[in-house]
C-alpha cells in the first residue's frame, strides 16, 4: 500500500464448527450458529464504515447488510452512517445482478474486480453498483481495495465477512488487525466444505500469530477475540 496512515482498521468476524467448517456440505453457510452468535454478528457490525465480502458469501448468503432498530440506532451513536457501506470482490464479476445488496438502502455498493471480468458482466454490475473498480489484471489486489475504500468513501473501520478465500487473501497481504471467531459446538466434516481461512495456505515461517484479547461462553457456543500480532 503506497500510503499506510490511509489504512483503516481491519477486523474479521466468522463463525465456524467444532472441526473448523464454515458451511456445511450442501452449502447453507454458517446457518449452524445459535442466536447469540446472529447477535454478535450485528453488534460487530455497528462498528463499521464499510463490510467486505467475497462473491461466494453472496451466492450462499445473500446478505441485505442492512440495519435497522437498535443496531441502526447504535451506528448513528457511534458517529457512523445508519448504513454501512457495502462491498463484494469478484476476480472476474460473477456477483449476480439481482443480490441484495444491491437493493437501494441509502449506502452505496461497490464492486472490485479485475481486467478478468466480461465486457458484459461489467456493464451489467454497472447498472446495478454504485461503482465498479477494476483492481488488479488477473488477480485482485488487496492492498489497493483497502485503499480506495479509505481514500474514496472514507473507511476508518473494515469488516471482512469472508469467505475462507478473501480472509486468506486479507492475511497474506497482513491487512487484518483484529478477529472475532465464534466456535459452534457442531461437527460438520468433508474434505472439500470451506475453512476460515483458504487459499494455498501458509508455510510454517510465515504463519500468522494471535494474541487472545477476550473470550466468554454463551450456552455451549464460545466467542473469542483476537488481534494479530505484528
Same mark, same amino acid.
Request: charged share 25%; aromatic share 6%.
Given at each position: 500500500?503506497? =500510503?499506510?496512515?490511509?489504512?483503516?482498521?481491519?477486523?474479521?468476524?466468522?463463525?465456524?464448527?467444532?472441526?473448523?467448517?464454515?458451511?456445511?456440505?450442501?452449502?447453507?453457510?454458517?446457518?449452524?450458529?445459535?442466536?447469540?452468535?446472529?447477535?454478535?454478528?450485528?453488534?460487530?457490525?455497528?462498528?463499521?464504515?464499510?463490510?467486505?465480502?467475497?462473491?461466494?458469501?453472496?451466492?450462499?448468503?445473500?446478505?441485505?447488510?442492512?440495519?435497522?432498530?437498535?443496531?441502526?440506532?447504535?451506528?448513528?451513536?457511534?458517529?457512523?452512517?445508519?448504513?454501512?457501506?457495502?462491498?463484494?470482490?469478484?476476480?472476474?464479476?460473477?456477483?449476480?445482478?439481482?443480490?441484495?445488496?444491491?437493493?437501494?438502502?441509502?449506502?452505496?455498493?461497490?464492486?472490485?474486480?479485475?481486467?478478468?471480468?466480461?465486457?458484459?458482466?461489467?456493464?451489467?454490475?454497472?447498472?446495478?453498483?454504485?461503482?465498479?473498480?477494476?483492481?488488479?489484471?488477473?488477480?485482485?489486489?488487496?492492498?489497493?481495495?483497502?485503499?480506495?475504500?479509505?481514500?474514496?468513501?472514507?473507511?476508518?473501520?473494515?469488516?471482512?465477512?469472508?469467505?475462507?478465500?478473501? =480472509?486468506?487473501?486479507?492475511?497474506?497481504?497482513?491487512?487484518?488487525?483484529?478477529?472475532?471467531?465464534?466456535?459452534?459446538?457442531?461437527?460438520?466434516?468433508?474434505?472439500?466444505?470451506?475453512?476460515?481461512?483458504?487459499?494455498?495456505?501458509?508455510?510454517?515461517?510465515?504463519?500468522?500469530?494471535?494474541?487472545?484479547?477476550?473470550?466468554?461462553?454463551?450456552?455451549?457456543?464460545?466467542?473469542?477475540?483476537?488481534?494479530?500480532?505484528?
Amino acid at each position: 500500500m503506497s =500510503n499506510q496512515s490511509h489504512k483503516p482498521h481491519v477486523f474479521l468476524n466468522m463463525a465456524m464448527s467444532l472441526d473448523g467448517k464454515i458451511s456445511t456440505r450442501d452449502g447453507t453457510g454458517p446457518r449452524f450458529t445459535g442466536s447469540a452468535d446472529k447477535v454478535r454478528l450485528r453488534e460487530i457490525r455497528t462498528r463499521a464504515d464499510a463490510i467486505l465480502v467475497g462473491a461466494g458469501t453472496i451466492f450462499a448468503d445473500d446478505p441485505t447488510f442492512t440495519e435497522d432498530g437498535i443496531y441502526k440506532d447504535e451506528r448513528v451513536k457511534r458517529g457512523l452512517s445508519p448504513q454501512p457501506i457495502k462491498v463484494v470482490v469478484s476476480g472476474t464479476g460473477s456477483v449476480p445482478e439481482s443480490a441484495l445488496m444491491f437493493q437501494p438502502n441509502g449506502a452505496p455498493a461497490l464492486v472490485f474486480t479485475t481486467k478478468r471480468i466480461p465486457a458484459n458482466r461489467l456493464k451489467i454490475l454497472d447498472s446495478v453498483a454504485d461503482d465498479v473498480h477494476i483492481v488488479g489484471d488477473e488477480a485482485v489486489d488487496f492492498p489497493q481495495i483497502v485503499e480506495i475504500l479509505a481514500r474514496t468513501y472514507g473507511v476508518k473501520n473494515l469488516l471482512i465477512e469472508g469467505g475462507g478465500q478473501v =480472509n486468506f487473501a486479507m492475511f497474506r497481504e497482513h491487512l487484518i488487525d483484529e478477529i472475532y471467531l465464534t466456535l459452534s459446538p457442531r461437527i460438520i466434516g468433508g474434505r472439500d466444505v470451506p475453512t476460515p481461512v483458504g487459499g494455498a495456505g501458509f508455510n510454517f515461517i510465515d504463519l500468522i500469530e494471535l494474541e487472545l484479547l477476550d473470550h466468554h461462553v454463551v450456552g455451549s457456543e464460545i466467542f473469542l477475540h483476537y488481534r494479530v500480532c505484528s
